[in-house]
């Protein structure tokens, strides 16, 4: 999360644009922030203003439609992240850290990049980088790319890695997942289910479940699918939740409901 101002709307705002996807369109704007469309037009009004002040480039906009921030206003962002954001205590949290961010697809991961942001020495993240290859997910590779470094390989791998560190219960992947919207609609969303089928779930999976399933929305709709687009067809009573739920908050296609159950 960037602090770039004292209006809480602005700073998620701007880290939206930020993360991601480089283009953002309104829909992804209104969808990351839980905001109407003239809201978001009203905060990305204030978002410009915040970067005039601090002598940075205004959000670009595409003709088509897309939303970004210029390369020298992304690269400036970095001295306004907020130290909380990394809340980072031994070299196993660090290592862990810097997969999520390649798991993210997060901008500008060069080795001078992560060693600021994570207050080490660029030769501590070297010798970080030589120990990843064992607790990457499963079936990716690390590359290098003209902005730094980058993960390729596939995204249900990816998946399943965020989803065992937050069942093992990972303070340092939960702390970013916890700063994500929409986890208490999800939350409510999950004690209706149990109602409605009858179904208890003990509270460390429903805690669980509120992790992942609000991860994952965000990332559906930043476009990070699996391959299949099938649409629903015979479904049962858990089906039809999941597809409810991701069809509020991003897309719903038969493997992605799949993939929650």
Known sequence: MFNISKKRQINRLVSLLATGKKYKTVADLE???SLS???VFYWLKQLNITLQ???????QRLTSG???LTQATLDELSHYEQAAAEPVVNAMARRQLIIWYLVQE???LSLVHLAERLKVSKNTIIKD????????????VIINTSHGKALRGLEKGKRRWVYQQLVQRNQAIIHQVQQLPHLEDIRRQLHDLQTTTGNVYSE??????????????QRLAAGKRVVAETKLTLIDPLDQWCDAVLTTYAISTLAEVKGVK
Do not use: C
Not at 53 to 59: G, M, Q, R
Not at 131 to 140: D, E, I, W, Y
Not at 204 to 215: C, E, N
């Open 31 to 33: 969808m990351g922030m």
């Open 37 to 39: 469309r003239r809201s």
């Open 53 to 59: 002040h601090l002598k940075l480039d205004n959000v």
């Open 66 to 68: 897309g939303y970004f």
């Open 106 to 108: 997060e901008p500008h």
């Open 129 to 140: 980088f030589k120990r990843l290859p064992p607790m990457l997910p499963t079936n990716t």
């Open 204 to 217: 460390d999976a429903v805690q669980t479940l509120i992790w992942y399933i609000g991860w994952l929305v």
